[in-house]
Structure formats: C-alpha cells, structure tokens
C-alpha cells in the first residue's frame, strides 16, 4: 500500500466522521473526532487545517468543522459506496455486523470502475430476482 493510498484513506475517515458528527450536532469538533477515531487532539487539528485548504471543510478553532460542497459530495460518495458493499456481502450471507465492518474497509480501496460494475449487478439482482440462489 503506498503512502498516497494511506492518506487518501486517512482524508476519507476525516470526512465520513465529520458528516456523521455534523448530521447529529451541526457541526464537528475536535474532541468528538478525536474520540470516534481514536487519535490526539492535535493530530486532529493538523488534519482539519489540511482538509480546510484542499477544500472539504471549512474549521474554525474552538468552534468545530462543517464540510463544505466539496466534502459533503464526498462524504456521500462514500456512504453509497458502504451501503452498497454491505448490501452485496449480506446477500452473499455475510451476517450484518461483518457485513458493515467490512464495508467500512473496502469502500477505501476499491476502484470506481468496480464500483460501476458491482452496482450494475446488484441493480440487475434487485430486477431480476428469481435469479438469486435460494
């Protein structure tokens, strides 16, 4: 894994805890992300001023982060991504919790080509039924 991939991974996490933080409170704090994510405050502050001048954020210290167009689109393309990869694993009879765990992994690695492809073929599962195995 390179180190590219590892901080797009990490720019990922930041963004989807953010816009879970911010569709319950309004807004994301430092604390509340340092503790959902498990990393120090600091490390938490350094990643938000980054996040701010790439664009997905805006941050105000003491105050807290709200993502801004660009980072909620990609908060829900990621959050497509999730429910689509567990949909799929619970159809293949991964049970729920495993399901989202893993989910939660893939979706941060996976090609958007895949993406595509997978997504064609649980639509044509979802319009064709009959053809899932029993």
Partial sequence: MTVL???TQTVERYVETIYELEEQTGK???KEIAVM???????VTEMLKKLKK????KYRRYYGANL??????????LNQRHVTFAKFL????????TAED???????VVTTKTMEKLTTFLKYLEEHPEELPT
Avoid at 68 to 77: D, I, V, Y
Avoid at 90 to 97: L, P, R, T
């Fill in 90 to 97: 619970k159809m293949i009879g991964v049970d729920a919790k």
């Fill in 37 to 43: 994510l498990d990393v120090k405050e600091p490390s």
């Fill in 68 to 77: 801004t167009k660009k980072g909620k689109e990609l908060a829900k393309r």
């Fill in 102 to 108: 893993d989910a939660c992994k893939i979706e941060h």
């Fill in 28 to 30: 994301a704090r430092t």
């Fill in 5 to 7: 991939h590892l901080k």
């Fill in 54 to 57: 790439k664009g997905y954020l």
